[in-house]
């Protein structure tokens, strides 16, 4: 215990927790992540602090609520000043490296999706927006890092290092086939048709397969960017025992799959026969504005189901997305496999924590749609988390209340790494050892929109708690609530907010979320004296 240990944190993207073979899904083939579960700890009800990418990437970097650390919603840089626990780890002696996808700035290039008003007046040609000041803090080459449209039209475009505490970065940005940053540029070199790959319109034949966003990609199983990444760990890994470093390591192994568009490469394409898929038990049940608005659409056929917002689906669609899903999630699985033999040859296993995870969940036709949105269903807010670690006895499993503020502080802890000021997160360390009862008795999701979409009239913030009981869930300024008891409806069909017999649970829980976002408020910096 007195060496400091390694670390290996392996994330994907929009996955759910029940993707896995250890979270209880039996028609997946996840062998080395439930192998991992075997020898640590699964968690349960681990949520996400935001269900979108940036902001619950940077909470679970900061330690801190979107609302508190800056990144408050896609679109929105982490500031360059703020604390992460890689940067801590850094300081404290490590080797940091960051190899896939990063998001914690922008990365289409694209425009921002939605002006307010009071902005709108105020804008002029020479000044932008003088009434923000975040514009001049959160713009300029520092936050170009990830933007892909850089990293395609200039060749020496590279990460700035230190980059939020990694001083070493293989980028990936972007998703799917598409991706891009340095795999690109890889991509670029090892073969010399790297335009006729990507995309679905050099898609190769799919078949009968009709769900939204699907394509048979023409980049094969080798040249994917799974593969990639998998590739790239495995070659720092090696490549820091050659170098006969002293320091400590925390590796972030981190794959943009299984994000939609929904493309996985060879085998991995019609590895799982869509018939043989399960529905959601909530498939098309359940009732809001937001289902109904998504299901209209459908009816109509006026849905833009090309796009990154959520969508409906019928049985047929949800089964093949499905299956197509399974598929990318299996190939990560084979890359873990892999990664863990280079860890043992390298005789890395008996002093390296690992850590799989995800960013967010995903609906994955829970409800009959697609994507991630406002609605905060478990399959979009509860993410798998295995902590493996190769001396402490851990609990083998706990469904005790997570958040993903938790783990910057963990990981702080159990590398004896001095935590900074403002972390809100807490370390789920004594949680797993079983030396504590209780962990937290609620969780809070915070959700800000900056698009206007799925028939609101202007951007909707959310917040929601999870409770070992209940979710609520407030969205305004629409003025729409969700109640739901997750004993007795864990598929949350049955929304209690408007059952009159309810007021008194409802008042109760209105309390409970009202003191919670109280106490997540930020406590930091600290005042410098008496005003």
Request: glycine share 6%; proline share 6%.
């Amino acid at each position: 215990m007195n060496k400091k240990v390694n670390f290996l944190y392996i994330m994907v993207d929009q996955a759910r927790s029940d993707f896995f073979g250890c979270y209880g899904n039996d028609k997946i083939k996840t062998p080395n992540i439930d192998a991992l579960a075997k020898r640590g700890t699964t968690l349960d009800q681990l949520y996400v602090a935001n269900p979108f990418c940036m902001p619950s990437r940077s909470a679970i970097m900061t330690g801190r609520m979107p609302s508190v650390n800056g990144a408050r919603t896609n679109g929105t840089p982490l500031p360059l000043e703020a604390r992460t626990f890689v940067g801590s780890l850094l300081d404290d002696g490590y080797d940091t490296a960051l190899i896939g996808k990063c998001h914690l700035q922008n990365m289409t290039g694209m425009e921002r999706a939605y002006t307010p008003p009071e902005a709108e007046k105020c804008k002029t040609d020479e000044d932008g927006y003088p009434d923000q000041p975040t514009t001049s803090k959160l713009t300029g080459a520092d936050y170009e890092n990830e933007n892909s449209v850089i990293w395609r039209a200039s060749p020496d475009h590279e990460v700035k290092t230190p980059y939020y505490g990694f001083d070493h970065v293989d980028l990936c940005t972007l998703h799917s086939d598409n991706v891009g940053a340095n795999y690109e540029r890889w991509l670029n070199e090892e073969v010399s048709n790297e335009n006729d790959l990507k995309g679905a319109k050099n898609g190769l034949d799919k078949g009968n397969i009709s769900s939204p966003q699907s394509w048979r990609t023409a980049i094969d199983e080798e040249h994917y960017s799974t593969s990639y990444i998998g590739r790239k760990t495995i070659d720092w890994i090696e490549e820091h025992q050659e170098n006969a470093s002293e320091n400590p390591f925390f590796l972030h192994c981190s794959f943009p799959d299984p994000h939609h568009p929904f493309a996985p490469p060879g085998k991995y394409w019609d590895m799982y026969d869509p018939d043989d898929m399960n529905l959601p038990e909530s498939f098309n049940k359940g009732s809001s504005p937001v289902l109904d608005h998504m299901r209209n659409d459908f009816e109509q056929g006026t849905s833009g189901r090309e796009s990154t917002l959520p969508f409906a689906v019928n049985e047929k669609e949800a089964r093949e997305a499905i299956a197509l899903t399974y598929g990318m999630v299996t190939m990560i699985d084979d890359w873990v496999g892999k990664i863990m033999a280079s860890l043992e040859e390298q005789g890395l296993l008996n002093n390296t924590v690992i850590i799989f995870s995800s960013d967010h969940g995903e609906y994955m036709a829970n409800h009959g749609i697609m994507l991630k949105g406002p609605l905060h269903y478990q399959g979009l807010i509860r993410i798998p988390f295995i902590w493996c670690d190769p001396v402490q006895n851990t609990l083998s499993r706990t469904s005790e209340l997570c958040s993903a503020i938790d783990i910057a502080p963990t990981i702080l802890e159990r590398s004896q790494t001095k935590p900074y000021y403002g972390i809100q997160g807490k370390s789920m360390l004594d949680m797993m050892n079983n030396k504590i009862d209780h962990h937290r008795k609620a969780v809070l999701i915070e959700d800000d929109r900056e698009v206007i979409y799925l028939g609101f009239k202007e951007p909707q913030r959310v917040r929601t708690m999870v409770t070992d009981r209940y979710r609520l869930s407030m969205t305004q300024p629409a003025d729409f609530y969700e109640l739901y008891d997750l004993k007795n409806d864990p598929h949350e069909i049955n929304n209690l907010w408007e059952d009159d017999n309810q007021a008194t649970l409802r008042n109760q829980e209105i309390q409970r979320m009202l003191k919670l976002i109280c106490e997540m408020q930020d406590w930091s910096p600290l005042p410098t004296g008496r005003a």
